[in-house]
C-alpha cells in the first residue's frame, strides 16, 4: 500500500496551509504511483512520465497562504503536460516559476523556454502547456489568481513561456524576492501577506516589460526606490490626511521622482493612490462579509473624504457606479 499524503498543518483557522511529499520512505516499485497521485492534490490535474519509472524520485513542500500558494519541487526527471480539458479546470490561476537547480523546458503558446537556475517566467494555467524536467529538476512555483496578473500585465498570452533572466536587472531582485517567501510568508500578518502578493506581481510585471524591452530598463537603485514607493502607497491607503508629498517624503524621494519612476507605467502618484483605493473598496463592495456595510462607510474606510467624488472615480475606472458594482457582484444594494 501506498503511504498516505502527509496531514496538512493548519494554523489560524485555515489561514495557513503546509504539507509535504517525499518518495524517501516509498518502496520504489510503488515511488512513481505515489508521486503523481497525491501531487495531483496539490498542482492540479496534469500527465507524466518519469525519465526511470522504476528510479524515479521525488518531494514536494505546499504552501498555501490567502491568495498565495507555493509549490517548492524536485525530481529526477520526467515530462510531464496538462490537456486543454484539464487547464479549462484552472483557468482562474497563473504561475510564477523560479528555477533553483537543473533545466525546464516549457513549451505554451507556441512559444518554448528553457529555465536555468534563478530565471523566472509566468505560465498561464487556463491554456495547454507541456514541460520537460531535467533529472536534477528543483525550482519554485507561486499561485496566485489570474485576475491580478492581468490588472497588471493585461492579456497574458504576450506574457506566457518567456524566460526572463534572474541574474541581473529586475529579473534578480523579482526571483530573489520570490525565493524569500515561502520561508517568511507564514510569519507575516494576513495585511502584510496582501501587501507581498501586490509587490511581487509588481517586481514580476516590471521583469517581463524589462526583458522584453518595450519599457525604459530601471536600475536597481530605481526599482528599489519605486518597490518602496508602492509600499508607502499601500501602508497608506487608509489615511484620509495623506497628501503626495508625504507619501514621497516617506519614501525617501521627491514627488517629482516619485512621478518619473511612475512614469514608465503610464500612471503618477496620484493616480496610484486613487486606483489602489478603488481596488480596495472594490473588493469589500464584492466581499459577501461585508455587505452589511453602507458605500459610503466603504469609502471613507479607504482614503476617501468626499463621497461624491468617490463615486465618480469609481465609475471612471470601474465602469459602473459603486451601487451598481454592490448589485452585480452581490445581487443587493445598500443605501449609500
Given at each position: 500500500m501506498l503511504r498516505a499524503l502527509s496531514a496538512p498543518v493548519r494554523v489560524a483557522g485555515d489561514d495557513l496551509i503546509d504539507w509535504s511529499i517525499s518518495t524517501t520512505d516509498v518502496h520504489p516499485r510503488d515511488r512513481f504511483d505515489y508521486w503523481f497521485e497525491t501531487s495531483r492534490q496539490v498542482l492540479?490535474?496534469?500527465?507524466?512520465?518519469?525519465?526511470?519509472?522504476?528510479?524515479?524520485?521525488?518531494?514536494?513542500r505546499y504552501l498555501r497562504v490567502p491568495g498565495m500558494a507555493f509549490s517548492i519541487f524536485r525530481c529526477?526527471?520526467?515530462?510531464?503536460?496538462?490537456?486543454?480539458h484539464q487547464a479549462?479546470?484552472?483557468?482562474?490561476?497563473?504561475?510564477?516559476v523560479?528555477?533553483?537547480?537543473?533545466?525546464?523546458?516549457?513549451?505554451?503558446?507556441?512559444?518554448?523556454?528553457?529555465?536555468?537556475?534563478?530565471?523566472?517566467?509566468?505560465?498561464?494555467?487556463?491554456?495547454?502547456?507541456?514541460?520537460?524536467?531535467s533529472?536534477?529538476?528543483?525550482?519554485?512555483?507561486?499561485?496566485?489568481?489570474?485576475r491580478d496578473c492581468e490588472a497588471r500585465l493585461g492579456p497574458l498570452r504576450r506574457w506566457t513561456a518567456r524566460p526572463v533572466n534572474g541574474h541581473s536587472g529586475s529579473g534578480v531582485l523579482?526571483?530573489?524576492?520570490?525565493?524569500?517567501?515561502?520561508?517568511?510568508?507564514?510569519?507575516?500578518s494576513s495585511t502584510s501577506q496582501a501587501q507581498v502578493k501586490h509587490q511581487l506581481l509588481e517586481l514580476m510585471a516590471m521583469a517581463l516589460k524589462d526583458a522584453e524591452g518595450n519599457t525604459c530598463i530601471h536600475s536597481s537603485t530605481r526599482l528599489a526606490s519605486l518597490l518602496r514607493l508602492k509600499t508607502v502607497v499601500d501602508a497608506n491607503l487608509s489615511n484620509?490626511?495623506?497628501?503626495?508629498?508625504?507619501?514621497?517624503?516617506?519614501?525617501?524621494?521627491?514627488?517629482?521622482?516619485?512621478?518619473?519612476?511612475?512614469?514608465?507605467?503610464?500612471?503618477?502618484?496620484?493616480?496610484?493612490?486613487?486606483?489602489?483605493?478603488?481596488?480596495?473598496?472594490?473588493?469589500a463592495l464584492a466581499d459577501p462579509a461585508q455587505a452589511h456595510r453602507q458605500i459610503s462607510d466603504i469609502a471613507y474606510t479607504w482614503g476617501f473624504?468626499?463621497?461624491?467624488?468617490?463615486?465618480?472615480?469609481?465609475k471612471s475606472v470601474v465602469g459602473m457606479t459603486p451601487r451598481e458594482f454592490k448589485k452585480q457582484t452581490l445581487g443587493r444594494v445598500d443605501r449609500m
Amino acid at each position: 500500500m501506498l503511504r498516505a499524503l502527509s496531514a496538512p498543518v493548519r494554523v489560524a483557522g485555515d489561514d495557513l496551509i503546509d504539507w509535504s511529499i517525499s518518495t524517501t520512505d516509498v518502496h520504489p516499485r510503488d515511488r512513481f504511483d505515489y508521486w503523481f497521485e497525491t501531487s495531483r492534490q496539490v498542482l492540479g490535474p496534469y500527465e507524466t512520465r518519469p525519465d526511470h519509472p522504476a528510479r524515479f524520485e521525488g518531494d514536494l513542500r505546499y504552501l498555501r497562504v490567502p491568495g498565495m500558494a507555493f509549490s517548492i519541487f524536485r525530481c529526477n526527471g520526467m515530462r510531464s503536460w496538462r490537456t486543454k480539458h484539464q487547464a479549462a479546470l484552472l483557468s482562474d490561476l497563473v504561475h510564477i516559476v523560479i528555477q533553483l537547480s537543473g533545466t525546464l523546458k516549457i513549451d505554451q503558446d507556441g512559444r518554448q523556454a528553457e529555465l536555468r537556475p534563478e530565471d523566472i517566467c509566468l505560465l498561464d494555467l487556463g491554456r495547454h502547456a507541456s514541460f520537460v524536467q531535467s533529472r536534477d529538476f528543483h525550482c519554485l512555483v507561486i499561485e496566485v489568481p489570474r485576475r491580478d496578473c492581468e490588472a497588471r500585465l493585461g492579456p497574458l498570452r504576450r506574457w506566457t513561456a518567456r524566460p526572463v533572466n534572474g541574474h541581473s536587472g529586475s529579473g534578480v531582485l523579482a526571483s530573489t524576492f520570490a525565493k524569500l517567501l515561502p520561508d517568511q510568508i507564514s510569519v507575516l500578518s494576513s495585511t502584510s501577506q496582501a501587501q507581498v502578493k501586490h509587490q511581487l506581481l509588481e517586481l514580476m510585471a516590471m521583469a517581463l516589460k524589462d526583458a522584453e524591452g518595450n519599457t525604459c530598463i530601471h536600475s536597481s537603485t530605481r526599482l528599489a526606490s519605486l518597490l518602496r514607493l508602492k509600499t508607502v502607497v499601500d501602508a497608506n491607503l487608509s489615511n484620509r490626511a495623506a497628501t503626495c508629498e508625504d507619501l514621497a517624503s516617506e519614501a525617501g524621494i521627491s514627488v517629482r521622482y516619485a512621478n518619473q519612476l511612475l512614469d514608465a507605467e503610464q500612471t503618477s502618484l496620484q493616480r496610484l493612490l486613487f486606483s489602489r483605493r478603488i481596488e480596495k473598496c472594490q473588493a469589500a463592495l464584492a466581499d459577501p462579509a461585508q455587505a452589511h456595510r453602507q458605500i459610503s462607510d466603504i469609502a471613507y474606510t479607504w482614503g476617501f473624504g468626499d463621497v461624491s467624488h468617490f463615486g465618480r472615480l469609481f465609475k471612471s475606472v470601474v465602469g459602473m457606479t459603486p451601487r451598481e458594482f454592490k448589485k452585480q457582484t452581490l445581487g443587493r444594494v445598500d443605501r449609500m
